[in-house]
């Protein structure tokens, strides 16, 4: 029996990673998305580290239904990005894929081709028990990817409810991938992520496809026009087929026309910061949270506030005062890390 490997220090998997070393890279990303107390203090230690190298990528997130070609589309997309010179690491964040045992099977052999250049890095994130299917440590895996010389960042999410959104709040550009199909009910996508959507692809755009794809991009432009936007501009609609490879170049000049005018404008800055600031008031709700949970009288506090509330017998208002008051008598100390 061989003894299990000695757990790196903070210090030597940043010196790792800024080296550019992928072995020390992925096992900084599984430090990072541990939950053990000894894990989550180096890795606290290791993100203090790599800071100040962190913020150079562009961040993309790619989403969309199950089996509409985002994966597809990232494996012939990443290959053209790594041939025009860039470094590329791409985050998988879909539960379909880790529901066949924790690995990102399905994705892994889609990413065939991406997987076998030295200049991508392809990592499945576990988003098992976190909001929505976003994986709870993405953002951090992306400071690590950054910091070990990456400079474009693709975070695919499938497009199930929060995680979309979550994955709106951490990267610079979302693009939102479609099906040719009946635009007209626009298949059911939920205008949320269409007004934060900066791209729209329709995929598939090929072979007895094609002519569909193409009303397909004409009815969602057109809706487009009259949706409330936070900027005034509608999201350009492009066509793209994953399959042949047209229109995947288009795309990446799309993006980055749209990063540099959002750079000119100030909203790039913009967004980043209002990130940063959503991040540190996650983690301060987290922290709480699992502050809470690990004091025990706070936690029974909690459980019969939900029991009262859940039977009508009291306002959560109420409930959820009582919750705070056991807890902060309760002498609860954030824990060591
Ligand atoms: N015809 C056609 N099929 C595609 C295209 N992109 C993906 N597919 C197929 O659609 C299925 C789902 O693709 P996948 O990339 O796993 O989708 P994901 O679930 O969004 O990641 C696979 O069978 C792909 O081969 C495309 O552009 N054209
Ligand atoms: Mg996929």
Redesign the pocket.
Known sequence: MTAPARRPSARELADGLLAGNRTLLARAITMVESRRPDDQAVALDLLDLILPHTGGSLRVGIT?A????????IDRFGANLVASGRKLAVLAV?P?STLTGGSIL??KT?MQELALLPQAFVRPSPSAGTLGGAARKTREAMLLCEAAGFDTILI?T?GVGQSEAAVADMVDLLAL?LLPAGGDDLQGIKRGILERADLLVI?????L?ESTAKRTARDYAAALHVLPRERNEAPPVLL????TGAGIDEVWQTLLRLHAEATVSGHAEERRRAQRERWLTDAIATGIEEALAAQPEAAAAREAAMRSVTAGLQHPGRAARAVVEAFLHSGAKPSAD
């Open positions: 969309g199950p089996g509409v070609g985002k994966s597809s589309f879909d379909s399905g994705d889609r695919e499938v991938l995929n598939k755009a090929d072979g496809l793209t087929s994953a399959l």
